[in-house]
């Protein structure tokens, strides 16, 4: 394989993977930054929605108050008459008075209920209707418990949401506040809250984001729709959190509705709300970007490493300096070809000449050597030939190309031992380029002769 289609195959497989991981990071940070954005939406909404369902709360516990205050209810209380099946102008103007109310505040139903615990009057008039909330058959439902609590002092009472028997087990609350007459307690008035009453709803939807407000058991969904706390398969906390499961977020903000109610809402928000958002043009813009500056510097680096492997880079500056510094070497009487051959030798398990030879010898042979090829810079032609009869030499000897490219430094080691001092800075720079380019030139030749 050309050594330039090797580069190229290099580039463009780093190329692949720079603009995979660019893609990657792009991808998952664009995905924080929607997340990050959602879960302060969905913060605010929540905040929102607390609020609202905490004002709803008064507002019934205060509308309950008001009804209970109301004379027409005590004067039902203290009708002598309580046969349910009569048909008494009281009753009837009560009848017609109490489905007002119900239709004009959205409650499901209205109850009240005597001393003794008798249900005595619902607008929706179900199988609830004469029973007793002390001994009978709703004792434990959400309305006994109810009247269980608000007898006694007069203050406003509530039970969480449950499934009601009587209500076809439709899921009801119930609110209720004590009617005193002459500082007596007489009797309990009652109203019966559904998932469906509009001022459950939990405010701001943002698209495929499911919301649920979580009472005690159950949670309830937009719309009046409701199911188990067990069905969301998942642990509801006691605080705020924030949790990622699957890819899908969960983000629960609980509130306080006072008497020890802790309710909640719980945001869940699928993959989909994400991935929706996601910016693919930014992300391609990434990565054509990287794409471009990968290829950009793989063509500086190939062009650069092809050079190194053609002809011979150096300039004749680079000749003037090399060819100074050798003279005054040469001058100073001082020997380095022992010294090189050792380190070749030992560093690059390279013998530089016969087995028999002195090592003297080899050493002054060396030196002579790199004088003549140094004197020839300027003549490539004949270093050319030179390099050929070297290129059989290494061939017969099996010398591996890639242990020739660490004798430009130590062929500089060894001079610089001798000199005692480094060769100046921009002089070692021309020597390493010359070195360099003339090694490469030599292994190019040496690889012709393997062929």
Not at 102 to 118: L, P, Q
Not at 328 to 334: D, L
Not at 340 to 360: A, Q
Not at 397 to 410: R, T
């Amino acid at each position: 394989m050309h050594p330039d289609t090797k580069y190229w195959l290099y580039a463009i497989i780093l190329t692949i993977i720079v603009a995979v991981v660019v893609a990657e990071v792009s991808y998952l940070n664009d995905q924080k930054i929607i997340e990050e954005s959602v879960i302060e939406n969905l913060r605010l909404n929540h905040k929102l929605s607390a609020s609202s369902v905490s004002e709803m709360f008064d507002v019934l516990n205060e509308e309950v108050k008001l009804l209970a205050g109301i004379d027409r209810i005590k004067n039902y209380l203290n009708h002598t008459q309580l046969n349910i099946n009569s048909s008494t102008d009281l009753e009837i103007d009560f009848e017609q008075w109490a489905r007002s109310c119900v239709k004009h505040f959205g409650f499901y139903d209205f109850f009240i209920i005597n001393a003794k615990g008798v249900v005595i009057y619902t607008v929706a008039k179900e199988k609830d209707l004469g029973t007793n909330l002390v001994n009978g058959p709703y004792k434990s439902s959400g309305l006994g418990k109810l009247f269980s609590q608000a007898k006694g002092p007069e203050e406003s009472a509530f039970v969480d949401f449950s499934e009601y028997e009587p209500s076809k087990s439709t899921l009801s609350a119930f609110f209720g506040f004590p009617v005193f007459v002459n500082g007596k307690f007489t009797g309990l008035l009652a109203i019966q809250v559904i998932p469906s009453f509009k001022e459950l709803n939990i405010g701001v939807h943002i698209n495929d984001i499911e919301d649920y407000l979580v009472s005690t058991n159950y949670v309830l969904q937009h719309e009046g729709s409701y199911k188990s706390l067990d069905s969301l398969k998942t642990t509801i906390p006691e605080r705020e959190a924030v949790v990622k499961r699957n890819d899908t977020l969960f983000l629960f903000t609980p509130f306080d509705l006072g008497n020890d109610l802790n309710w909640g809402i719980l945001s869940v928000a699928p993959p989909v709300v994400f991935s929706r958002n996601i910016s693919w043009n930014k992300i391609w813009f990434h990565v054509i970007l990287s794409i471009l500056l990968s290829l950009l510097v793989s063509v500086f680096i190939i062009d650069r490493l092809s050079k190194m492997g053609k002809g011979y880079n150096y300039t004749e500056s680079d000749i003037i300096l090399v060819q100074n510094t050798w003279h005054q070497f040469i001058q100073s009487e001082q020997s380095f070809g022992t010294d090189f051959y050792y380190r070749v030798r030992n560093k690059m398990n390279i013998k530089l000449g016969r087995e028999d030879s002195e090592v003297k010898e080899l050493g002054e042979n060396i030196e002579s050597q790199a004088s003549e090829i140094v004197n020839l810079l300027n003549d490539k032609f004949e270093i050319q030939k030179k390099f050929s009869l070297w290129a059989a030499k290494c061939f017969e000897l099996n010398v591996p190309a890639s242990k020739l490219l660490k004798m430009p430094d130590l062929f500089i080691e060894s001079v610089e031992d001798e000199m005692g001092k480094e060769i100046h800075f921009r002089a070692k720079m021309a020597w390493q380029k010359i070195l360099k380019s003339l090694i490469y030139q030599f292994i190019g030749l040496l690889k012709e002769k393997s062929k």
